[in-house]
């Protein structure tokens, strides 16, 4: 139902930005939950930012008033706005979507993920 495709990953300096992108398709993209994760070696993957169908946002407390998530649902796209990157940022960032009727009927879609290094 919904595909994603990410784009935008790569090498930074620390202090500088990236904007991540993650172009979704399906009818229904717009009623979904986008959210952003990471993983970083040794390390679980972690939420990094949500938006929801309203454009509601949250942020974990390692990204806040640094990143910024949007949405575009004409372009059925979401993105990932990240200034002050910090080394600690450099991860495996993924795409996600997600949307339920119930606990029991979930719909949860992930991008390939896409690789942020931070370094000098």
């Known amino acids: 139902q919904v595909q994603l495709v990410e784009s935008g990953g790569g090498l930074v300096q620390p202090g500088g930005s990236l904007r991540l992108s993650c172009a979704g398709s399906?009818?229904?993209?717009?009623?979904?939950?986008m959210n952003w994760y990471r993983q970083a070696p040794g390390r679980q993957r972690e939420l990094v930012a949500t938006?929801?169908?309203?454009?509601?946002?949250g942020y974990a407390e390692f990204v806040e008033g640094r990143f910024t998530i949007s949405r575009d649902n004409n372009k059925n796209t979401t993105y990932l706005q990240m200034n002050s990157l910090k080394p600690e940022d450099t991860a495996i960032y993924f795409c996600n979507a997600h949307f339920y009727y119930s606990k029991y009927d979930v719909y949860d879609y992930w991008g390939q993920g896409t690789q942020v290094t931070v370094s000098s």
């Open positions: 399906g009818a229904i993209f717009r009623i979904f939950t």
């Open positions: 938006i929801n169908s309203s454009g509601n946002t």
